[in-house]
């Protein structure tokens, strides 16, 4: 099905000739790649040695193959998925559900941004667990009943105005619920979670194993912990005043053991994602390093910019235009209903939100090109860009609102 397609690949280091493959999605249609970090490890199964390869791809199943010869010798999902109910044994394929190639509208688990995605898990041969930065994100899969494909732009073929994010309060409160992220100790002889730690959002930081029978990750909402790597117990944490994604390091100078990790928030994920909690500031990433009895302190957190609150009159009809517009050309930057973590600037609080001149010389003259931000005079018409901006203006109003509750 797509030969090597969600795959992986084994070659000859010394020739790359072919050894063999295993394919983990066939015909693979949710964007559950298999490029996500692979271990390698020898592990006793059936009380005999095995060299195996484990993996945790975002299609939510956690696979273990011998790494010789590429035959699977077991796999289950570490996390609730929709698509699939099983992996055949004899075949190697998932059993997949009625409805996983949404045929009719589903709403898929994991989503597209998968159940782990490309932070690196870690494995420790003093507990036998593999440790799993998971997450939970939905995603509603229909047809986009108007697609045409359009040269050099996004084209998913999903409607991403299908489900558009409520604002009422109860709503935020469901979508926070559905959004959210763990560490979850996994044993992959028995295949079972062993411990699981959650955390309140998801795209969380890769993770590290120590032999002192440590596990550190760092969390997109600002925080960064050591656990007992036997029993998930949080023993330490430090405020990091921005999200972390990538993996620690330890290394050790002068006799003394430090723990690193880069702190900044950032990629596809924490740019398109809702930020449906507290409003970050905009910070610079930074290299954090810490030894036992260190002392220093961060310098304090810049203030959030205040929403950009206009006094227009909106219309309906160009708010609406406006939100298929955005969902279309902005989301993916700007996060999905305009909620964004401000990793590239939160809209709803741009100084060029009040100003029709301003947003055209951005959005069509390009002023901010060399900043990052391109025209979309080739995209977008100067109608359709006051209507995301009424849109965005909606949205900053809807948060100062909840704001206040």
């Known amino acids: 099905d797509n030969l090597f397609l969600s795959s992986i690949v084994a070659l000859d280091p010394d020739t790359g000739k072919y050894l063999w493959h295993y394919q983990e999605t066939p015909g693979e249609t949710w964007d559950f790649t298999a490029t996500q970090p692979i271990i390698l490890a020898d592990v006793k ?4 040695p095995r060299k195996v390869l484990m993996h945790a791809p975002k299609n939510g199943f956690f696979y273990v193959l011998d790494r010789n010869d590429g035959k699977l010798i077991s796999a289950k999902n570490f996390v609730p998925t929709s698509w699939a109910t099983s992996i055949d044994m004899k075949t190697g ?8 190639r949404y045929l009719k509208p589903e709403l898929a688990l994991p989503g597209s941004p998968g159940a782990h995605n490309w932070q690196p898990m870690a494995y420790s041969p003093k507990t036998g667990l593999v440790y799993i930065p998971a997450q939970s994100i939905p995603f509603l899969l229909t047809e986009d009943k108007r697609f045409q494909f359009r040269q050099g732009r996004w084209n998913p073929g999903v409607d991403l105005n299908a489900a558009p994010l409520p604002d009422t309060p109860e709503a935020i409160k469901a979508a926070k619920a559905a959004l959210k992220g763990s560490l979850i100790a996994w044993d992959p002889v028995a295949q079972k979670a062993v411990w699981t730690v959650q955390h309140d959002r998801p795209v969380n930081g890769g993770v590290l194993a120590t ?3 440590l596990v550190f990750q760092g969390q997109a909402a600002g925080q960064f912990s050591a656990y007992d790597a036997a029993n998930g117990r949080e023993l330490w944490k430090f405020d990091t005043q921005s999200g972390v994604v990538a993996a620690p390091m330890t290394f050790t100078l002068g006799g ?4 690193a990790v880069l702190a900044g928030y950032g990629g596809a994920m924490a740019l398109a994602l809702p930020n449906l909690n507290s409003p970050r500031p905009r910070m610079n990433g930074r290299l954090l390093v ?13 203030e959030v ?3 950009a609150i206009t006094q227009e009159v909106l219309s309906p009809t160009a708010v609406m235009q406006g939100q298929k517009l955005f969902a279309e050309n902005c989301s993916g930057c700007h996060a999905g209903a305009a909620m964004s973590s401000n990793v590239v600037p939160d809209l709803r609080r741009s100084g060029a939100l009040p100003n029709a001149e301003a947003w055209k010389a951005i959005l069509i003259d390009g002023v901010l090109s060399d900043r990052g931000m391109i025209s979309f ?18 949205q900053a109003r809807s948060q100062a609102k909840r704001d206040k509750q």
Do not use: H, M, S
């Not at 394929?93 to 996983?100: C, L, Q």
């Open 45 to 48: 199964i059936a009380g005999k």
């Open 93 to 100: 394929r998932p059993v997949e559900t009625f409805n996983a």
């Open 211 to 213: 032999a002192g029978g």
């Open 256 to 259: 003394q053991q430090y723990v």
């Open 290 to 302: 810490f030894k036992l009895g260190g002392k220093q302190v961060l310098p304090a957190k810049p």
């Open 305 to 307: 910019q205040p929403l």
């Open 377 to 394: 005079k080739d995209k977008l018409t100067e109608p359709e860009i006051e209507n995301i901006r009424a849109y965005v203006q909606k």
